[in-house]
């Protein structure tokens, strides 16, 4: 998947783009306020690299821990959702290889929403 996806290159233009949409969207910004973006950017690319089989190890912090205290509702995780598949458009990636992520970081699911 790592590859399919374009390697750490396009991880980090998917991870630009998140970042970009999350940033024209307040429902969802709200959430990143006391965010240090810097190591956001970071820690989401290690994510995204170490999940979908690439030579990364993911070393922040566990989706509980980042999430908790968050009250994030399923709208606001589906909303967040439909901002990872538009940055991933916008970087290239095929609808097959986007739903292959997906379902990579769709049992973390649990972990975000509620807490």
């Known amino acids: 998947l790592y590859d399919e996806l374009g390697g750490m290159p396009v991880i980090e233009r998917i991870t630009d783009n998140f970042i970009e949409e999350i940033g024209f969207d307040p429902q969802i910004l709200k959430h990143f306020q006391d965010t240090k973006i810097e190591r956001y ?12 089989g690439g ?5 922040g ?3 509980v821990d ?3 205290k ?3 509702t399923e709208g606001e995780f589906n ?3 439909d901002l990872l598949i538009n940055a991933m458009n916008k970087a ?3 609808h097959r290889t986007q739903n292959r992520l997906l379902a990579k970081l769709a049992p973390m699911r649990g972990d975000i929403i509620y807490r």
């Open 66 to 68: 980042v999430h908790t």
């Open 79 to 81: 909303r967040t959702v």
């Open 70 to 72: 968050m009250q994030i």
């Open 61 to 63: 912090d566990s989706m």
């Open 41 to 52: 950017r970071e820690k989401f690319i290690e994510k995204i690299c170490f999940e979908s």
């Open 92 to 94: 290239g990636v095929a």
């Open 55 to 59: 030579p990364c190890d993911y070393s």
